[in-house]
């Protein structure tokens, strides 16, 4: 089992910068891919950014794409995700979850373990 904590989450005016943690424990040698998701007040859980764990390749949505990054530091079991320029509409939960190699890195379905989330609203 893999256990996710997420930090970081609050309230920030548009145009603002926020970084999420998202700490592992447990059976981390068995994560292959960390990503982040997001999910809206009425919308479906939507796909942020991903990492290999060896932070080598990185994957984002178009809509963040220049604005966010996706980084591990491994030795501390814990993946950030530094958030620019930030929206209202960026205004979520954001998750953070664990997969091994086989499955989607873009679809929740894929992944396995999860955090409990954070919140993030952004005021215009």
């Known amino acids: 089992q893999v256990q996710l904590v997420e930090s970081g989450g609050g309230l920030v005016q548009a145009g603002g910068s926020l970084r999420l943690s998202c700490a592992a424990s447990?059976?981390?040698?068995?994560?292959?891919?960390m990503g982040w998701f997001r999910q809206a007040p009425g919308k479906e859980r939507e796909f942020v950014a991903a990492?290999?764990?060896?932070?080598?390749?990185?994957y984002y949505v178009d809509s963040v794409k220049g604005r966010f990054t996706i980084s591990s530091d491994n030795a501390k079991n814990t993946v950030y995700l530094q958030m620019n320029s930030l929206k209202p509409e960026d205004t979520a939960v954001y998750y953070c979850?664990?997969?091994?190699?086989?499955?989607?890195?873009?679809?929740?379905?894929?992944?396995?373990?999860w955090g409990q989330g954070t919140p993030l609203t952004v005021s215009s």
């Open positions: 447990g059976r981390t040698n068995s994560i292959y891919t």
């Open positions: 979850a664990a997969k091994g190699p086989s499955g989607s890195r873009v679809s929740s379905s894929g992944y396995d373990y």
């Open positions: 990492i290999r764990w060896s932070g080598i390749n990185t």
